[in-house]
């Protein structure tokens, strides 16, 4: 069930009086402080600190005790978590170095080496198939170019141009069959593999039947083949080379068709064996999600090894994004899981650009994960020397005007027979002085805009910074400190005297930063809209700040100070805040109970509610505001998302319509049915105005004779007793505003 618009605005409109209620309600708020109930409580701390409750949670955390559980919680090391750990066992590489990361899932610039002949082709089988195909393609996308330019060539020509075609027998042969003939044997491929490929993807079986046809249409394209004109001349040993590749890729078709019908190891050991051109079909047919019965049985490995032949660097940023929503939804260290994600959004970086996409998992794991309870200042210099940071604010490249590398001042000074090398002026440069990280640095992960520093102070900061960079980035090498590439001489940041010495020059810059009252301000601002609201009170920000400072910049201590706080328990702060997508789509399926079987559909729910993961491209990544996700095409969105989630079309989710009802059988009625649901989606209470657009949605679709018609009763209505459509009805919860907020 997709709801059109004009059934959409009751939703809508209940949305925008809903979201005003709290502003509302903070103008008109009795000074005395308010205790909820112990339910509420524990809904308000689960909406909070994870990424929304499951069945059963809100019992679990009021029987522990609330101030126990977040206490917990700020323990993340104190919880079990080895059930998430088995559903992330798959995603090879969460696991892998940098280095691994690049050797296993080349970018095209180690694919262009190998080429080239300056780097030798891997002797390992999976990782020599991911090469070939990728050389295979770019040869292929080299010769298209080619012929372009000689299409375009012939169009121009005289005999071209005077309407005269040239006789095909003084050619060789005809030319438009010379061209053809130097892409039969990707063609065949096409025509062949990939059609044979469709075939037992759509079918799901081994294609045995199909195998007469099969050699049917071989021979059929070997009566074409030899129906092409000779040419009264000698065969040259090119046209030789075509022939024996026209042979081979026609009875590779069959083989190929064959494949799925194979054991796993089997399967995988034969695409190993086979032509590059052939796997570079097979690639292609398994772009897009496209051939998961052939990929079936097959071992992690296996599987990204497959998938690499298509898209190297593809494969580790879809593991990257499938790991985030599986933890958001399954992981028991729920807070550890938020407090990450909302680092990785402070301190930004676009996974799409160049090889941050293979740096991105590193930064993650090793920089943000381990630090995200931790000194703030050890975050802050973890991010300044990480290679993904570094690549993508181009901080890598900023090299010192006065530098001896951008003097040209040869890193050795003597040549032969200890004659001195003269300097070779701007040899090697490989850029000038670079702004980006030192104005965000300052702008967006310390004193923020308005921070209280200058423009000279960005540029004295660049410079302190120069030099910072990464030892043979496409290889995956990690931080380095190059000090040919460093600005000599004293620095001058926000009115302190930085000394020249180095690397040391860059930790001073962090620890000053670190230890501003302007940055705990920030930061504490930060954390107070994460988990209070869009415009938090400024006295709950003040106290924060002092507990920064005090506490040297612990952040697991800020955040006590914020939850112990009367602000963050105030009636003003209960669903005050909407839900990110990915905090929507992970409160409802967490909400369901829902079984993830594929990860992937979901993160591509993400791409439709407008936030890929990790595909924030300014650095100051994404919002967390009402206003950036609130309008009525983005709510549509979601509303449309929540029906098809519970009623099970996205594909890989499994959610259990009886079971969210409370029973194993067809619930009595939908009254009873919508009072269920309403306790379990929405524990917290239901609005009228939500209950009763509902109601007219269960109405409105009983005119038409798919659901019950209600009862037209004064006060809140209510279905009338006939059987209910369950996945409807908790989809139309899950998109209702109760919902949306947290």
């Known amino acids: 069930m997709r709801l059109g618009r004009t059934k959409f605005v009751t939703f809508l409109l209940c949305f925008s009086v809903a979201c005003t209620v709290p502003q509302l309600l903070a103008k008109k708020k009795d000074k005395a402080a308010s205790s909820p109930d112990d339910q509420r409580r524990a809904l308000h701390a689960l909406n909070r600190l994870t990424f929304g409750p499951r069945p059963g949670d809100v019992q679990q955390v009021m029987a522990m005790g609330v101030d126990q559980w977040i206490d917990l919680q700020l323990h993340p090391e104190k919880i079990d978590d080895k059930a998430l750990n088995a559903r992330l066992e798959p995603l090879r590489t969460l696991h892998m170095s940098t280095r691994e990361i690049a050797e296993d899932f080349p970018d095209g610039q180690e694919i262009t080496r190998v080429r080239n002949g300056k780097k030798p082709m891997p002797s390992d089988p999976a990782r020599r198939a991911v090469f070939q195909v990728q050389l295979a393609r770019q040869e292929e996308k080299k010769e298209r170019k080619e012929d372009a330019g000689k299409n375009a060539a012939a169009a121009t020509s005289p005999d071209k141009a005077s309407g005269a075609q040239p006789d095909a027998s003084m050619m060789g042969g005809s030319a438009a069959t010379d061209g ?3 892409k039969t044997a990707h063609a065949a491929m096409n025509t062949g593999t990939n059609g044979a490929m469709s075939d037992a993807m759509s079918s799901g079986s081994a294609g045995n039947d199909s195998a007469a046809d099969t050699k049917s249409n071989l021979q059929d394209r070997e009566t074409m ?19 024996r590749l026209r042979e081979e890729q026609l009875y590779a078709d069959l083989e190929v068709q064959q494949l799925p019908s194979l054991p796993p190891d089997e399967r995988f050991k034969k695409v190993l064996s086979m032509p590059p051109q052939a796997q570079l079909a097979l690639a292609d047919s398994l772009r897009g999600g496209k051939g998961q019965e052939f990929l079936e049985g097959l071992a992690p490995k296996q599987k990204e090894t497959l998938l690499a032949m298509n898209n190297p660097g593809g494969v580790v940023t879809s593991e990257l994004a499938q790991a985030k929503l599986l933890r958001a939804v399954y992981s028991q260290r729920q807070f550890d899981e938020v407090m990450t994600d909302f680092w990785c959004n402070h301190f930004n970086v676009f996974m799409d650009k160049g090889l941050d996409r293979l740096m991105v998992t590193s930064y993650e794991r090793d920089v943000i994960r381990p630090h995200a309870l931790g000194k703030f200042e050890d975050l802050l210099v973890a991010t300044a020397k990480s290679p993904a ?28 027979y200890g004659r001195p090398r003269p300097p070779r002026p701007n040899a090697g440069k490989r850029s000038g002085l670079n702004e980006n990280y030192g104005r965000e640095l300052m702008e967006l992960h310390t004193l923020s805009v308005n921070g209280g520093y200058s423009q000279r102070d960005v540029t004295e900061v660049a410079r302190v910074f120069t030099g910072w960079t990464i030892d043979k980035p496409a290889e995956g090498g990690g931080f380095k400190f190059d000090p040919r590439m ?61 507990t920064f400072l005090k506490k040297k910049g612990d952040i697991r201590e800020v955040l006590e100070t914020l939850f112990h706080s009367p602000e963050f328990w105030d009636d003003t702060t209960y669903r005050a805040k909407v839900k990110t997508p990915l905090e929507f789509v992970a409160s409802a399926v967490r909400a369901t109970g829902a079984e993830i079987d594929d990860v992937q559909p979901l993160v591509g729910q993400l791409n439709r509610m407008g936030m890929p993961l990790y595909g924030a491209q300014p650095p100051t990544g994404y919002s967390m505001k009402a206003e950036t996700w609130v309008s009525s095409s983005a709510l549509l969105t979601r509303m449309n998302f929540a029906l098809a989630l519970t009623s099970g079309k996205i594909k890989g989710v499994k959610v259990d319509a009886t079971q969210l009802a409370g029973t194993s059988s067809e619930p009595p009625d939908a009254a009873a049915t919508l009072a269920t649901l309403e306790g379990s989606l929405l ?10 657009s509902i109601v007219a949605q ?18 809140a209505r209510k279905p009338a007793g006939r059987p209910p459509d369950v996945s ?8 209702s505003p109760e919902f949306q907020r947290r």
């Open 486 to 546: 460093h600005e000599p001489g004293p620095k001058f940041v926000l009115g302190h005297k930085i000394k020249p010495k180095g690397e040391g020059e860059g930790l001073e810059v962090l620890h000053r930063l670190a230890t501003s009252p302007q940055t705990a301000h920030f930061i504490s601002l930060k954390l107070a809209q994460r988990f209070v609201s869009d415009d938090p009170p400024p006295a709950l920000v003040d106290r924060m700040a002092k």
């Open 225 to 243: 083949a030899a129906a092409v004109p000779s040419s009264p001349t000698k065969i040259t040993p090119e046209e030789e080379e075509q022939a």
């Open 180 to 182: 053809a003939n130097s």
């Open 698 to 715: 269960i109405d409105a679709a009983g005119k038409n004779g798919t659901q019950p018609k209600v009862d037209n009763k004064v006060g």
């Open 683 to 692: 524990i917290g209470g239901v609005s009228k105005q939500t209950h009763d």
């Open 389 to 416: 940071m570094l690549f993508y604010l181009d901080n890598w490249l900023s090299v010192g005007p006065n530098s001896a590398q951008a003097l040209g001042i040869p890193a050795n000074p003597y040549g032969p």
């Open 728 to 735: 409807t009805i908790a989809g139309l919860l899950l998109g």
